[in-house]
């Protein structure tokens, strides 16, 4: 009896071996069926990132959940997979998304997809308590996603007006006459058009996914950390209108040759690095008013 005990222990180690070599074998294949899937989008995708300015930023994002999910590798090791069939509602759902987008040529929902086919693979093979888990990684992976180009056209143009105005109702306090039509502002010395790529929705969107890092490395109240991704909004608009009130100026009292030139180009990533700035004081007042001690009490 104790020979034929002995001589099963050894198989039992190997059947054992053979129940975790199964998961990694799924994983692989998985990730080659999703890679084969979405390859068109995601090189149309990296593409835009590479070449479009406005969403130049979208390169870190994948980064930066990859990075989340890692620092919360411990918690996650912790968490006993809880396999839900609601998963495969997800994955269908996301086919019938990629579907619709590749018939339409509408590539946000294309790419929109993805995050959904991610979702129902989380649920379906992990449970609903890795998916809270890791709720905040794919979330923030929407903003790599560029919006579409209708609604785009509709946030950019407002900006467009917003910045124009604050710009014609500062620049006379400074002895600045002006003339405003619609987003073209008429100075003395000549016509400043606040065009797309001076509307600010460039640093709105880059900011605002700056400010949901720096509130994730940097804060552990949610709280806060919302309030931060928030006020990013407001800072990025602010900040662009004082671009336009300073290249007015610069047009009105020096040389309106040094507006179109490397000032231009330049005063974006000068405005940006304020708007940092500007985030991180209100981060630093927040602080402040808002001690964690209090909350922690």
Same mark, same amino acid.
């Given at each position: 009896m104790?020979?034929?005990?002995q001589?099963?222990?050894?198989?039992?180690?190997?059947?054992?071996?053979?129940?975790?070599?199964p998961?990694?074998r799924k994983a692989?294949?998985?990730?080659?069926?999703?890679?084969w899937?979405?390859m068109?989008?995601?090189v149309?995708?990296?593409?835009?990132w590479?070449n479009d300015?406005?969403?130049s930023?979208?390169f870190f994002?994948?980064?930066?959940s990859?990075?989340?999910?890692w620092?919360?590798?411990?918690r996650?090791?912790a968490?006993?997979p809880?396999?839900s069939?609601w998963g495969?509602?997800?994955l269908?759902? *996301?086919?019938? =998304?990629l579907i619709? !987008?590749?018939?339409?040529?509408?590539?946000f /929902?294309s790419? %929109?997809?993805l +995050?959904i086919?991610?979702t *129902?693979l989380v =649920?379906l093979f992990? !449970?609903w308590n890795?998916?809270?888990?890791l /709720?905040f990684? %794919?979330?923030f +992976?929407?903003?790599?996603?560029p919006?579409?180009?209708?609604?785009?056209?509709?946030?950019?143009?407002?900006?467009q /007006?917003l910045a124009?105005k604050?710009?014609?109702?500062t620049?006379p306090?400074?002895?600045v006459p002006?003339?405003r039509?619609g987003?073209?502002?008429?100075l003395p010395?000549m016509?400043?058009?606040?065009?797309e790529?001076?509307s600010?929705?460039?640093?709105l969107?880059s900011l605002t996914?700056?400010?949901?890092i720096?509130?994730?490395l940097?804060?552990?109240?949610t709280?806060?950390?919302?309030?931060l991704?928030?006020?990013?909004i407001?800072?990025?608009?602010a900040?662009?209108s004082?671009?336009i009130?300073?290249?007015?100026l610069?047009?009105q009292?020096?040389?309106?040759?040094?507006a179109?030139?490397?000032?231009?180009?330049f005063?974006?990533?000068?405005?940006f690095?304020?708007s940092?700035?500007m985030?991180?004081?209100?981060?630093?007042?927040?602080?402040?008013?808002w001690?964690e001690?209090?909350e922690?009490?």
């Amino acid at each position: 009896m104790s020979q034929v005990l002995q001589s099963e222990r050894p198989i039992a180690r190997v059947s054992a071996a053979d129940l975790a070599r199964p998961s990694w074998r799924k994983a692989v294949v998985i990730a080659a069926l999703l890679l084969w899937l979405y390859m068109p989008t995601l090189v149309h995708l990296i593409g835009q990132w590479w070449n479009d300015p406005n969403y130049s930023h979208g390169f870190f994002v994948p980064l930066f959940s990859a990075f989340v999910i890692w620092q919360e590798r411990g918690r996650l090791s912790a968490l006993s997979p809880r396999p839900s069939w609601w998963g495969l509602s997800f994955l269908v759902l *996301g086919m019938c =998304v990629l579907i619709v !987008g590749q018939m339409g040529a509408e590539l946000f /929902l294309s790419r %929109l997809s993805l +995050l959904i086919v991610l979702t *129902g693979l989380v =649920v379906l093979f992990l !449970g609903w308590n890795f998916f809270r888990a890791l /709720l905040f990684p %794919l979330a923030f +992976l929407l903003l790599m996603i560029p919006i579409p180009a209708i609604v785009f056209n509709q946030i950019t143009f407002p900006l467009q /007006l917003l910045a124009s105005k604050v710009a014609s109702t500062t620049l006379p306090w400074m002895g600045v006459p002006v003339l405003r039509e619609g987003n073209v502002i008429i100075l003395p010395a000549m016509a400043l058009e606040v065009a797309e790529a001076c509307s600010g929705i460039r640093s709105l969107m880059s900011l605002t996914t700056l400010a949901v890092i720096y509130g994730y490395l940097m804060e552990r109240r949610t709280g806060a950390r919302v309030l931060l991704a928030v006020a990013s909004i407001p800072i990025a608009v602010a900040a662009n209108s004082f671009r336009i009130v300073g290249t007015g100026l610069l047009v009105q009292y020096w040389d309106p040759e040094k507006a179109e030139g490397f000032f231009h180009e330049f005063s974006g990533w000068l405005i940006f690095v304020v708007s940092l700035v500007m985030l991180y004081l209100l981060h630093r007042v927040v602080r402040v008013f808002w001690p964690e001690e209090a909350e922690e009490s």
